[in-house]
Structures are given as C-alpha cells and as structure tokens.
Nanobody, 123 residues
Framework: VQLQASGGGSVRAGGSLRLSCAAS????????TGWFRRAPGKEREFVAA????????DYADSVKGRFTISTDNSKNTVYLQMNSLKPEDTAVYYC?????????????????WGQGTLVTVSS
C-alpha cells in the first residue's frame, strides 16, 4: 500500500499543523501506520505510530503530549496533529505502512516511503 503525506508548511514556534497520510491502491490494511521525520543532516527518526483501528498508539518522547496520531478508516487516512511546535520539529515528515499489525519504532519495519511533506518551524 502506497501512502502519501501532505499538510506540511511553515509556522512560528508554538503554532500547529495537521499532517495527513492518505492511502492509494488497495487501501484497506490491518497493518500499523507510522510517522517518521528526517531533519537536515540527521537520520530518519520515529515520531508516532498507530494500529489499523486506532486502538494502540505510540509516540517518541520528544513529541509526547504535543502530537496526536489518529486514523479515519472511512477515508483511508491517518492524521498527525502537531501542537506547540518547536524549531527542532523542523524536518521532512514521512508516513508508511508497517510490515505487520504491531507497532514498531524501527524505520526498517516500514515501507515503501513516499515523498514526505516539509514542516518548517521558525523561532
């Protein structure tokens, strides 16, 4: 299942954005979905993950309490609501399906990766 992230943009610190991750092709899947990000000069890092029915979620410590992941299976879309954004949240954000229903923080557990969407937070 190919996923495409959208909704990125430029905001000031303290602002909010909502990213969307839409599925195409054979959209229905019982596998988990994850959000990752890659900041300039850094490795791709885990942000959040959600089970196919939204019953389980996981967050990186750096975003816990500020970001919320959710799913709308009627729209085959997973969302990442990002509040209280900080300059260190600046990155290209990617979403992808996991290789199984279980959540994982490991990027090699997910794929394929789409183009991503750029989030820029200024101070």
């Amino acid at each position: 299942v190919q996923l495409q992230a959208s909704g990125g943009g430029s905001v000031r610190a303290g602002g909010s954005l909502r990213l969307s991750c839409a599925a195409s092709g054979r959209a229905f899947s019982i596998y988990a979905t994850g959000w990752f990000r890659r900041a300039p000069g850094k490795e791709r890092e885990f942000v959040a993950a959600i089970s196919w029915n939204g019953g389980s979620t996981d967050y990186a410590d750096s975003v816990k309490g500020r970001f919320t992941i959710s799913t709308d299976n009627s729209k085959n879309t997973v969302y990442l609501q990002m509040n209280s954004l900080k300059p260190e949240d600046t990155a290209v954000y990617y979403c992808s399906k996991a290789a199984a229903p279980q959540l994982s923080r490991r990027s090699e557990y997910y794929g394929p990766w789409g183009q991503g969407t750029l989030v820029t937070v200024s101070s």
